[in-house]
């Protein structure tokens, strides 16, 4: 199933929940069964059974001509990130290869929609762009192991990883929070869909254009850790809540390690981040 929050074009006073019937396509409004897909996710198995019964009933749905697309998920308890996690993006920076996850953290307030426009923040002129696989936390996770990782995955959605390199790298003590946390600087969507329906993550293509010029092309089969391996990881330092949402790393291309020379993002450029089976996050630097 392919989750989706929106707002109706026709009626644009609130945020909606429902499910996207294919990327791109109709939306069936799940408002009835729950306000919001955090508390569709918090709702389990019951309310996914609920869903997939009321759809296949073929109710009305909304044409994506009237809704336009909100971020999957908001009001989650955490946004976290993994670095370092593919061996080429590894390689591209000539950097070794971690021996353990390496993490940080966005703000939940960080999170807009995969249409989103990016405000350039004044504090920096390294706007880097990053294409990540995300997961989606279903179920209260502390200190599980990586075989019994999986069922605590609700889901997956793409992220555009935004990042001011200069106060990530060079600045604020090497520490990476206000490189990665600046406002807007975590464009998810379109939809969270279902780990079912994903099948294996660790064989997916991503990719992200800039002005449509490729930039990143690579395959999950590059993670250092794969998703069970990040979860349980880091469910062994802070319980994971269902919302909670874990970038798990870009592959090589940013613009940072471009050669011969850095390259960055710069206002009226348009980024898309895309992720096999998921879909696309477009966002135009403003």
Known sequence: MRLVQFVRKSSPHAVLFGAELIDGGSIVDLSHIAPSSLDFVRGGENAMSVAKAYIATSPPSISRTDADLAAPITGMDKV?????????HCEEQGAAIPTEPVVFNKFPSCVVGPNADLPYPKLTNKL??????????????????KEEARDYIYGFTTAHDVSARDWQLTKNGGQWLLGKAMDAFAP???????KEDIGDPHNLNLSCTVNGVVKQDSNTAQFVFGVDEVVAWVSKFTTLLPGDIILTGTPPGVGAFQKPTPQFLKIGDIVECKVEKIGSVFNKII
């Not at 989606?136 to 200190?143: D, P, Q």
């Not at 998810?188 to 279902?194: F, K, L, R, S």
């Open 80 to 88: 976290l990130c993994i670095g370092m996690n593919y061996k080429d």
């Open 188 to 194: 998810i969507g379109p939809a969270i869909v279902t």
């Open 128 to 145: 880097d762009w990053e294409v990540e696989l995300t997961i989606v936390i279903g179920k209260k996770a502390s200190n599980v192991t």
